[in-house]
């Protein structure tokens, strides 16, 4: 059963009890990511995150891996382009640990000036490593082009040169104005007590406190159609087409959800039965949607070799217009809501799967929806629905093309659209 309270200081908190578990995951989101930066401090979102592991006012880095070491327990974090968060799951016997791990990194971080510079080489590896990794580098080109001159075009990581300047007194700075409690929400998922918990966690956070209310951002992103391209002498060509798609929170999301697991969600999609069991095209062959505040990015990706770009490209868009001609049945329509609420039910078995999708619900919406209630809006979903949405987001004149690789933007306007897919 999902429990939601407000502490004093403003930060949310939300839990379920899962007595048939030994687990508890204890997870800290923010809602701040790389949208939030602006161009001066680009990457520094990402770099806190880092930091927060570096040093408390009472543990070094040291200290917190090794308690957290000491119990067998997990510690982690990442950052998105709308939030962060920190989390750790541990035995149930280990809950406090955890508690104290957390709440002492975020309640109390040092931003050491000596670490700082250390911890500098670190990112600056890890953008290296997304300069060597073309499926990554393929979504960050996307994005930073159909999105250019907005918060969206942003990538996590940041820039070496901005990631570069950012001093103590900027993390200081943006730290306090952007980590606050009004804009927080800790989710605890497990085998625990919840009034036991919440009483801890509001001992735990009764430092997080900041001077002035929370100011939230004003976020603006407006999809431009492109065509892209980054030229790198690699073995395959990355390729990727986009459309502007809803963003998070709607109801359009659970027919956009069906409506990618047929095209290019798994092994029996029609983009991975056409492309690679079919015509043995390309290995990686997918779609997805990125859904942000206000706006949605839909994307057709795939990795396969230079002389085959043309004929995979066609079969593609070949594809996405069946979609038009070759209609969803009512079958398919059933078989797709079971294997979506499958996946998303077998997850749930775990406690920091449920920690995580509490936690990013309460953060992003405002409100946690149970299993029924998901379950219920996958099964209202009708073709006229799917369709609707469909035709809303395939446009031939809003198709956007990147590509990473041994390919020029002159090979990239062979694929466009200007008659659309139906």
């Not at 048939?20 to 806190?48: C, L």
């Not at 104005?177 to 009034?195: M, Q, R, S, T």
């Not at 079919?278 to 990706?301: D, Q």
């Not at 002389?307 to 049945?329: C, H, K, P, S, V």
């Amino acid at each position: 059963m999902y429990r939601k309270a407000t502490l004093n200081g403003g930060i949310t908190v939300v839990t379920e009890r899962i007595p048939f578990v030994r687990s508890v995951s204890f997870g800290a989101w923010i809602r701040n990511g790389s949208r939030n930066e602006g161009g001066a401090h680009g990457g520094i979102s990402h770099f806190i995150e880092h930091m927060l592991f570096k040093g408390t006012g009472k543990r070094t880095a040291k200290m917190i891996a090794d308690e957290m070491d000491a119990v067998g327990g997990q510690l982690n974090a990442y950052t998105t382009k709308e939030y962060t968060c920190f989390f750790a799951r541990t035995l149930d016997s280990h809950f406090d640990v955890a508690l104290d791990i957390i709440s002492d990194m975020i309640v109390d971080p040092r931003f050491d000036e000596a670490e700082i510079e250390k911890e500098l080489n670190v990112i600056l590896e890890e953008i290296n490593m997304v300069e060597d990794s073309p499926e990554d580098l393929l979504h960050d080109l996307l994005e930073e082009r159909v999105y250019a001159g907005s918060d969206l075009a942003l990538p996590v990581l940041g820039a070496k040169e901005s990631v570069a300047a950012v001093d103590r007194g900027a993390f200081l700075e943006y730290y306090d104005k952007n980590y606050h409690p009004e804009n927080a929400v800790l989710a605890v998922a497990g085998n625990f007590d919840p009034d036991d918990a919440l009483k801890k966690i509001a001992e735990a956070f009764a430092g997080f406190k900041r001077g002035s209310a929370y100011k939230k951002p004003e976020l603006s992103a407006v999809y431009h159609p492109v065509r892209a391209v980054r030229e790198k002498d690699i073995e395959q060509v990355h390729i990727a087409f986009g459309f502007p798609s809803v963003g998070s929170g709607t109801d359009e999301t659970y027919p956009l959800l069906i409506l990618n697991t047929v095209l290019g969600g798994g092994m029996s999609s029609r983009l991975f039965q056409k492309i690679r069991e079919e015509n043995g095209l390309s290995y990686s062959i997918y779609s997805h949607n990125s859904s942000f505040t206000g706006c949605g990015l839909f994307s057709v990706c795939a990795a396969l070799a230079a002389n085959q770009l043309e004929r995979t490209a066609e079969l593609i868009m070949e594809e996405i217009g069946r979609l038009f001609t070759d209609r969803i049945t009512d079958d398919t329509l059933r078989k797709t809501k079971e294997q979506i609420k499958s996946n998303y039910m077998l997850s749930l078995e775990s406690s920091a799967s449920r920690m995580s999708s509490m936690g990013r619900s309460e953060l992003m919406l405002g409100r946690v929806l149970t299993p029924e209630e998901l379950i219920e809006k996958i099964d209202a979903v009708d073709l006229n629905a799917i369709y609707d949405i469909a035709e809303r987001v395939f446009v031939g004149s809003n198709m956007s093309t990147a590509a990473v690789g041994s390919v020029s933007e002159d090979d990239l306007k062979k694929f466009a659209r200007p008659g659309g897919f139906y």
